[in-house]
C-alpha cells in the first residue's frame, strides 16, 4: 500500500504561516474548469470553488483530473489533510469516501495506472493546485491538493496542475487538521459534487 503523503513530515515545518486571508486574484484562463461544491461534515453546504486547469503545462494529469471527475469518482470524497497556512489536500477515491472509514484517507488512488512527473515552470503559490504523491515522483493518481498559501518550495518537486479561480473563501473556511498529526481532519469537509466546465 502506497502512503500518498504530499511532503515529508520534516518539510511540513518549513510551510510558510502566512495567513490564507487575501489570496490574490487571477484571471480564468481556457480551462476546462473543475467546480467543487464543498459540505461540511454534516452535510451542510459550504460553497463552490473552481479550479482552472492548466491542460498546457500537465496534460496527462489535466485528463485525470477530468475523467474521475466525470466518471463521479470525486463525488463524496473528503479533504483528509489541511494544514492551516500551507494546503487543503483530498482526492483519495480509494479511502477518502466521505461517511465511510477515512482512516486510511491519504494512502490510496484510484484503479488507474500512476501517473509519471509533468513537472513545468509554474510556481507554487496561493490557490496553486498540485498532484499529491509518494516519495516516487511518479506516483501521482488521483490526490490532489490546493495551496493556501506560498509554497515555493515544493516547486520543481510536485507537478502543478492549475489554479482556484473562483471560492477563495470556501477555500479558507474548508475545516482545518490538527498540525501535530500532519494536518489530519477531525470530520472533514468534502466534495459534495465534482463537475467539470470545458
Aim: net charge negative.
Amino acid at each position: 500500500m502506497r502512503n500518498k503523503l504530499l511532503i515529508p513530515a520534516a518539510l511540513v515545518l518549513s510551510a510558510t504561516a502566512a495567513s490564507a486571508a487575501g489570496l490574490p486574484g487571477v484571471t480564468d484562463g481556457p480551462g476546462p474548469n473543475l467546480v467543487i461544491e464543498v459540505a461540511g461534515a454534516d452535510g451542510t453546504a459550504k460553497g463552490t470553488i473552481v479550479l482552472d486547469l492548466y491542460a498546457d503545462k500537465a496534460p496527462k494529469h489535466v485528463e485525470r483530473l477530468v475523467s474521475l471527475a466525470k466518471a463521479g469518482s470525486y463525488d463524496g470524497v473528503v479533504f483528509h489533510r489541511v494544514i492551516d497556512g500551507f494546503m487543503a489536500q483530498t482526492g483519495d477515491v480509494q479511502f477518502g469516501k466521505q461517511g465511510g472509514d477515512t482512516a486510511r484517507a491519504g494512502m490510496g488512488g484510484s484503479d488507474l495506472p500512476d501517473l509519471k512527473a509533468e513537472f513545468n515552470d509554474v510556481s507554487f503559490q496561493a490557490g496553486t493546485v498540485g498532484m499529491a504523491r509518494s516519495q516516487n515522483p511518479n506516483s501521482a493518481n488521483s490526490q490532489f491538493f490546493i495551496d493556501l498559501a506560498p509554497a515555493d518550495f515544493l516547486d520543481g518537486q510536485y507537478t502543478v496542475v492549475g489554479q482556484l479561480v473562483d471560492g477563495w473563501d470556501v477555500l479558507n473556511a474548508i475545516k482545518k487538521g490538527d498540525a501535530a498529526a500532519n494536518g489530519a481532519v477531525v470530520g472533514p469537509d468534502y466534495m459534495a459534487k465534482v463537475t467539470v466546465q470545458e
